[in-house]
């Protein structure tokens, strides 16, 4: 068969439903491949970068790699960068099939040419480029076990173009590859896990990416409820346990929520699963994390463990794995005050977020995501993009069925809630999608409504206008006296964007409206837009520590 077809050929023997891509010169011989397949579903995209997240939002909620077609080499490549960094942060398995320039044509400064190679590096897992047709499967292959295996992350496999059209012998395709599985601790380790815990007054168990890797969240919850230990989740990671657990606190660090990052500066031992314990959780400071404490790490790279924080007990294995050894050897023990306390903080939390409201007739977010909390339904997957307005979200809105939250984590991208959010909706299509966008980053992704239409990604974005850029607005009003510059936009109707593309449009000034809306947009079976507009002064300068040097005025 043809190269191109290999390629295709390759994509289906890993699993992959869905292909999202840019269709381009350097690989119409794949796309030529596709067109009669029923196998796998080739998503067209505006943009992509805007493929990559919904490549990225495919692999978080699937768990297995999505797969990105990135037809035209140059500019179509360097569009690829953004989302590829962002899937790096977020160690997240994406593979990108690239054309690159045709082999006779490389380092002659020819039409569209660009270091393909050496532009992915740092931006990947690992980057490939294939130099002769007959490997093209084996490089595919090796791209999808690297993307999957340990810490995951995104594989580009670049194939200048003019191989794809030479006619290879490809072995018949065996039995499907399963992802590499990682083990759990030593005894040796784990016997010293169980010892802490049991003589621990103040334990916190703190959970992230790697529990949801490993779909533990049942298992998470058996051994919370054994040790009778409050949960919180590292920063993005909200969905490890259902919202409402009666020992689930929330996230931690400056975007989640003072309860559970309270609970991180007090607790006795810290039993860290499958969570760096980086920037976004801690900031990196003993002033966020219990300098008495002995902290348990446990991460699937060994790099991680121990990295920011020293640990007490330092465990390089599958968080999963680790959950359900310490189950075999772990007993119940009483949570007494301190689990009590945990709790009622908790609760105080959620009633005051239930009562937000907003000033002089304005929407505050909180209002407003306690307003479509009232309608989400109990299966929905929600995307939040970065900014600050949506990233209050990523504690304030309730999922409760992992995988249920995407966020764009390390990266901090603008523009990734929309575009994850179809990419959510295409791995799990019997379930409903929540995008949470400012108008900003709904501005940077709003051409892929024609994607969502033409692939039949019926999902809901919900589009919180404030009309700036509001993270860099409060900077310049906590720490630059008000001196806005470029903080300022000027948006179009939302609502009636949506309705131009032929999707539906809504817009929302109330609470009750935005019930209404989010209820009506759910049931629409297309496409839907809710604009919110929200107060301009509710916005937060979370990143403090980056100004050190200015006092705040604020």
Request: hydrophobic share 45%; charged share 20%; glycine share 10%.
């Amino acid at each position: 068969m043809s190269g191109g077809s290999a390629v295709v050929e390759g994509l289906v023997a890993e699993g992959v439903t869905h292909a999202f891509g840019v269709i381009g010169t350097a690989m119409l011989e794949v796309f030529d491949a596709l067109y009669e397949r029923s196998d796998i579903a080739y998503v067209g995209v505006r943009h992509e970068q805007n493929a990559v997240h919904m490549a990225d939002g495919y692999a978080r909620v699937r768990g297995r790699s999505g797969a990105v077609l990135a037809g035209q080499p140059g500019p179509g490549a360097t569009n690829l960068v953004t989302g590829l960094a962002e899937a790096r942060h977020a160690f997240s398995p994406v593979v990108v099939v690239a054309g690159d320039t045709a082999s006779l044509q490389v380092d002659r400064d020819t039409f569209q040419e660009v270091d393909q190679q050496a532009l992915f590096a740092p931006v990947t897992k690992r980057t490939m480029t294939a130099k002769t047709p007959g490997r093209i499967p084996q490089y595919l292959e090796e791209a999808f076990r690297v993307a999957e295996a340990g810490r995951k992350g995104p594989v580009v496999l670049n194939i200048p173009g003019d191989l794809l059209a030479v006619e290879i012998e490809v072995a018949e395709p065996g039995r499907p590859r399963e992802p590499s599985a990682s083990g759990g601790p030593a005894p040796e380790a784990l016997a010293r896990v169980v010892g802490l815990l049991a003589s621990a007054e103040r334990p916190l168990i703190v959970a992230g990416a790697g529990v949801k890797w490993a779909r533990a969240g049942g298992s998470l919850a058996e051994l919370a409820e054994r040790l009778n230990a409050p949960v919180a989740a590292s920063a993005g990671h909200g969905d490890v346990l259902p919202g409402d657990h009666p020992l689930f606190i929330g996230q931690i660090g400056p975007r989640g929520n003072a309860v559970a990052t309270e609970l991180l500066r007090t607790a006795d031992v810290i039993l860290a699963l499958g969570t760096r314990l980086g920037y976004n959780t801690t900031l990196f400071s003993r002033d966020n994390v219990s300098a008495d404490a002995a902290i348990v790490h446990v991460d699937i790279e060994p790099s991680a463990v121990g990295r920011y924080f020293p640990a007490t007990v330092g465990i390089a294995a599958d968080a999963g794995a680790t959950i359900a050894a310490l189950l075999e050897v772990t007993n119940a023990r009483d949570g007494g005050n301190w689990l009590e306390r945990a709790q009622e903080g908790r609760r105080a939390l959620l009633d005051e977020r239930a009562a937000a409201t907003g000033a002089d007739g304005v929407l505050a977010p909180g209002a407003v995501y306690a307003a479509l909390q009232r309608a989400l339904p109990r299966d929905a997957i929600v995307t939040v993009d970065t900014g600050t307005i949506s990233l209050h979200a990523t504690d304030t809105l309730q999922t409760f069925q992992a995988p249920s939250l995407l966020t764009p984590l390390d990266f901090g991208l603008v523009g990734f809630s929309y575009a994850a959010g179809l990419g959510a909706k295409a791995a799990a299509p019997e379930r409903p999608v929540v995008s949470v966008i400012g108008d900003g980053g709904f501005s940077m992704s709003m051409c892929e409504l024609g994607t969502a239409l033409s692939a039949g990604l019926n999902t809901v974005c919900v589009v919180l206008n404030n009309g700036c850029w509001g993270a860099e607005k409060a900077y310049q009003r906590d720490f630059f006296d008000g001196r806005y510059l470029g903080a300022d936009i000027v948006n179009p109707p939302f609502d009636k964007i949506a309705e131009a593309f032929g999707a539906v449009g809504f817009r929302a000034e109330s609470a009750d409206d935005v019930t209404t809306a989010l209820h009506d947009a759910l049931a629409s079976d297309t496409p839907a837009v809710i604009e919110v507009p929200v107060d301009p002064d509710s916005i937060t300068s979370f990143r403090r520590d980056a100004f050190p040097h200015r006092t705040t005025v604020a």
